[in-house]
């Protein structure tokens, strides 16, 4: 079974400009989108990454795909609107790590083609240069490095703890960490 959100129009923040989409130059950063999550009442600790997908206008589908598909964001068939479509199948952990990386997509690639496709491939390092950083942007949207570093020593370092609290897996945790330089608690 599917599930389909209603979109809502983008409440940008106000440096972008209020055409229906949003030019070449108006990347949105990780900052500029907690900025407007928190703007909007969204809650981002842990992110509420599908409420935040409301307040950019993305329509989201729940749907069984192939286990090597975790997600993808796609134009809608009105050609202006977008869609992140998630594997149903898949962990809910896994499944708001794939929504951050399509959210990632829409932030800085939706200029550049008009659908993404996540394979799990492209998290195991045999990534193109956009999946990876869709991969880092998901990573620092979900798990933001003060917040992460107060996390990792509120938990004493327990890599189990940390994604309990963040709502993803202990290897997010793990990569999270190292990309930060983070060394002990067996986050080498």
Known sequence: MAFIRKSTKPKLPDSFSQGEDLSV?????????????????????PLDVKALLLVLGIGLISIPMRDEISGML??????????????????????RFTIAHEIAHFSRHRFQQAEFEDLNFFRNGESNPM?????????????????????VRVFSG???????????????????????GMKGHGLE
């Open 25 to 45: 130059d108006e990347r949105l950063t990780v900052t500029q989108l907690l900025d407007l999550a928190k703007r909007n009442g969204v809650e981002t600790s």
């Open 74 to 95: 796609t134009r809608a068939d009105n050609g202006k609107d977008w869609v992140v479509k998630v594997n149903a199948l898949h962990h809910p952990n896994r499944q």
């Open 131 to 151: 999946e990876a950083e869709a991969n880092r942007f998901a990573s620092e949207l979900l798990m933001p490095e003060s917040i992460f570093r107060d996390k």
């Open 158 to 180: 327990s890599i189990e703890e940390v994604a309990l609290y963040f709502r993803v897996s202990t290897l997010a945790v793990r990569v999270r960490a190292k990309n930060l």
